[in-house]
């Protein structure tokens, strides 16, 4: 059955914890869908991962749509959340619709994905207003990287603290379904959580959020430019991937591939009339 946002509201007033993976294509989409994933985030993650830019200013409006319509497309039960990319909904409220709007048309997502506390909150009421399911994210807020200057745990000192917690009552107050907690100490996200009545997904954020995310190179070992400290390693898909790419590059030198089973076939009698 089509996980939707009611599904994981549920979740949290069971204690059900929340699955959460990023994806970006059709392939991936569906065999994360097959295993079971409750929500699957087309991130702008994507830059980095798929785009190899250095953070996510770069993504595009069109990028977010051609890859969140791939996902959409293999993801029979999972909620599929498209992330609103740097620019397309700070500029202003119109925007922020207009966007979202986008990538729900365009994109066909369950829902989308904002940075940002209470200075975003007039886009989440707007996209709201207008039938759109908006998921927060607050603390490591990779859009602001130039404003941190650099990846590193926020929340730390008690005004910082005190101001993600602020702010996550506030992204609830208007109207988004879940909150994503980047980076933040596994004490403050645990509080957070405790005091929201929506989930909370976190990523570096402790085993007392209701849901957790991880990209999914990094937790399969496919994505060696930075390893963040919250990354678990569930299998070592790179290394299995270069061998056989090397084992391929090796039977083409050696005239073993493609072997007899892989060719197609065609009478003699024909060949000999083509010389
Ligand atoms: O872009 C992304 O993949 C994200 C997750 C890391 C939460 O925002």
């Known amino acids: 059955m089509k996980n939707t946002v009611v599904t994981l509201q549920q979740m949290k007033e069971k204690g059900e914890k929340i699955s ?11 065999l994360e869908d097959e295993a079971g994933v409750n929500t699957i985030l087309v991130g702008d993650s994507l830059g980095n991962v798929i785009l190899g830019y250095e953070d996510t200013i770069s993504v595009t409006m069109e990028d977010m749509i051609h890859h969140g319509a791939a996902v959409a497309r293999g993801a029979k039960n999972a909620l599929v959340i498209i992330d609103m990319p ?8 119109y925007d922020a619709v207009v966007n979202a709007g986008r990538l729900m048309k365009e994109g066909r997502a369950g829902a989308v994905k904002l940075e940002g ?7 989440i009421r707007a996209i709201v207003n207008a039938g759109i399911p908006v998921c927060a994210h607050l603390g490591l807020t990779p859009q602001s990287i130039n404003a941190f200057g650099g990846f590193k745990v926020q929340g730390k000192s008690e005004a910082a603290a005190r101001k993600i917690l602020e702010d996550a ?3 609830q107050e208007a109207g988004a379904f879940a909150l994503v907690l980047e980076a933040v100490p596994r004490k403050l996200a645990a509080l957070i959580t405790k005091d929201l009545s929506i989930p909370t997904i976190g990523i570096g954020a402790g085993k007392e959020c209701d849901g957790q995310v991880l990209v999914y190179q990094d937790l399969l070992g496919m994505f060696s430019d930075f ?3 919250f990354v678990k390693r569930y299998a070592e898909i790179g290394d299995i991937m270069k061998n056989a790419f090397r084992l391929y590059i090796e039977e083409i030198q050696n005239g073993v591939f493609p072997g007899e089973e892989n060719e197609y076939k065609i009478d003699d009698t024909i060949i000999e009339k083509l010389y």
């Open 169 to 171: 009552k506030a992204v």
């Open 117 to 123: 506390g209470a200075e975003v909150c007039p886009q």
């Open 227 to 229: 390893t963040p400290k």
């Open 86 to 93: 740097f620019m397309s909904y700070q500029t202003s409220v």
């Open 20 to 30: 959460m993976l990023t994806a970006y294509d059709y392939s991936t989409a569906k």
